[in-house]
Nanobody, 125 residues
């Protein structure tokens, strides 16, 4: 059974930082992209960032460019999201996704085969 488990969410003040992690288990994943998405109450799921298997290609959503950084450690089956300069509008449930499509199509949610349960990030003003 494939499982993606996110961690690292929490409550932080505006301007602060958090680092999310997502670890995959259950079987050997094929060499493919991983991504982060988020969903705020009453809003549609939004693409945050995506990264290729090698880590050489990354794509970011416009609202997080320059503030968030995605990375991965394939030996640990883990993808990370470093979030800096957080804003109240970053408040959402953050989801990781695995086995995504090819670069640069990381923003397409339907292109991912597996999803985590999400971790809450709350940014206070």
């Amino acid at each position: 059974q494939v499982q993606l488990v996110e961690s690292g969410g929490g409550l932080v003040q505006a301007g602060g930082s958090l680092k999310l992690s997502c670890t995959a288990s259950g079987r050997t994943f094929r060499r493919s992209a991983k991504g982060w998405f988020r969903q705020a109450p009453g809003k549609e799921r939004e693409f945050v960032a995506g990264i290729s298997w090698s880590g050489s290609n990354t794509v970011y959503g416009d609202s997080v460019k320059g503030r968030f950084t995605i990375s991965r450690d394939n030996a640990k089956n883990t993808v990370y999201l470093q979030m800096n300069s957080l804003k109240p509008e970053d408040t959402a449930v953050y989801y990781c996704a695995a086995e995504g499509t090819s670069y640069p199509d990381y923003a397409r949610a339907a292109g991912y085969d597996y999803w985590g349960q999400g971790t809450q990030v709350t940014v206070s003003s």
